[in-house]
C-alpha cells in the first residue's frame, strides 16, 4: 500500500511540473533558476523572439514588476524553450513545441 501511494504520489508530481524545467542546457553549459540575464545571454546567445511587460507587484514598495518572455528555438529536433525572468532574474522555463 505505501508503495502505491509513493507511486501515486511521484505521478501528480510529474505532472504537475510537466512543460516546466529547472534548468535549461546550453551546448555544454548549463542555465538555472535565479540566474541573471547576462549569464544566460553568455550561456545560450541572444533569443529568438522576446517580450517584455510590466506586472501590478503584489509586494510593498515595489509597484511594478519588469517581466520578460525569452524564447529559443534549437531547431526542428529540439524542443523550444521558453525563458521567463523577473526583474532581471531567471524565473522558470517552459518547454514548448519543437522548433521549426
Not at 505532472?15 to 524545467?21: H, K, P, R, T, V
Request: proline share 4%; glycine share 8%.
Amino acid at each position: 500500500m505505501k508503495f502505491k501511494t509513493a507511486a501515486l504520489g511521484l505521478i501528480a508530481t510529474l505532472l504537475f511540473f510537466s512543460g516546466q524545467a529547472l534548468a535549461l542546457k546550453c551546448g555544454t553549459k548549463f542555465v538555472d533558476i535565479g540566474d541573471r540575464k547576462h549569464k544566460v545571454l553568455y550561456k545560450c546567445g541572444e533569443p529568438s523572439y522576446t517580450d517584455f511587460y510590466e506586472q501590478a507587484s503584489p509586494v510593498y514598495p515595489y509597484p511594478m514588476q519588469q517581466i520578460e518572455v525569452w524564447t529559443y528555438n534549437f531547431g526542428s529536433n529540439k524542443f523550444m524553450q521558453e525563458l521567463i525572468f523577473r526583474n532581471g532574474r531567471l524565473q522558470r522555463i517552459n518547454t514548448l513545441d519543437y522548433g521549426y
